[in-house]
T-cell receptor, first 114, second 112 residues
Framework: GENVEQHPSTLSVQEGDSAVIKCTYS??????FPWYKQELGKGPQLIIDIRSNVGEKKDQRIAVTLNKTAKHFSLHITETQPEDSAVYFCAAVRGFSGTYKYIFGTGTRLKVLA | KAGVTQTPRYLIKTRGQQVTLSCSPISGHRSVSWYQQTPGQGLQFLFEYFSETQRNKGNFPGRFSGRQFSNSRSEMNVSTLELGDSALYLC???????????FGPGTRLLVL
């Protein structure tokens, strides 16, 4: 079936270092790839997204890259800060019958050590 | 603009009871989706409502149901609660014909 593999499941980095989270999707019809950040006790918050006609997108310290051929997309966080500590989810989305189907990755717990 | 709101935020029920959760989408958003989040299964899609009609449904038993009102607010109901229904229930809203979903804070349900 359709799935999204996300790695690593946990990631610890020193403050100021970079963090990279990778996702691989199976549904070749997926054309939209959002990333969400979920802090403790809160719902997932959209932090960045990319569409299949774009290879890379950047927003300040975060960037997302997409390789459609390999069905890979990655989240890059530079100059990490303690407030970046959270669980990050990727998703692969495709449209069908007037709606959209989201398949989420299993999440990455990022810990930024001060 | 106010975000997605969910009530109640926390709920404790016992096995066999039923529960109703509420979600108010972002103003102007007409699509509302519900997800169950558990440590073991991650984010699992329950159903989506648009214009008071269920447009899409995940693989959950019939004990899970929902509805949407004319103002786009949505409710989900779980009947005959089981211990395994303990989870964070998330609601997400989106504009018509837009794929981006915005999540609410969730309702944490504990079934004893």
């Amino acid at each position: 079936g359709e799935n999204v593999e996300q790695h690593p499941s946990t990631l610890s980095v020193q403050e100021g270092d970079s963090a990279v989270i990778k996702c691989t999707y199976s549904d070749s019809a997926s054309n939209y790839f959002p990333w969400y950040k979920q802090e403790l006790g809160k719902g997932p918050q959209l932090i960045i997204d990319i569409r299949s006609n774009v290879g890379e997108k950047k927003d300040q310290r975060i960037a997302v890259t997409l390789n459609k051929t390999a069905k890979h997309f990655s989240l890059h966080i530079t100059e990490t800060q303690p407030e970046d500590s959270a669980v990050y989810f990727c998703a692969a989305v495709r449209g069908f019958s007037g709606t959209y189907k989201y398949i989420f990755g299993t999440g990455t717990r990022l810990k930024v050590l001060a | 603009k106010a975000g997605v709101t969910q009530t109640p935020r926390y709920l404790i029920k016992t096995r066999g009871q039923q529960v109703t959760l509420s979600c108010s989408p972002i103003s102007g958003h007409r699509s509302v989706s519900w997800y169950q989040q558990t440590p073991g299964q991650g984010l699992q899609f329950l159903f989506e409502y648009f214009s008071e009609t269920q447009r899409n449904k995940g693989n959950f038993p019939g004990r899970f149901s929902g509805r949407q009102f004319s103002n786009s607010r949505s409710e989900m109901n779980v009947s005959t609660l089981e211990l395994g229904d303990s989870a964070l229930y998330l609601c997400a809203s989106s504009l018509s014909n837009q794929e981006t979903q915005y999540f609410g804070p969730g309702t944490r349900l504990l079934v004893l």
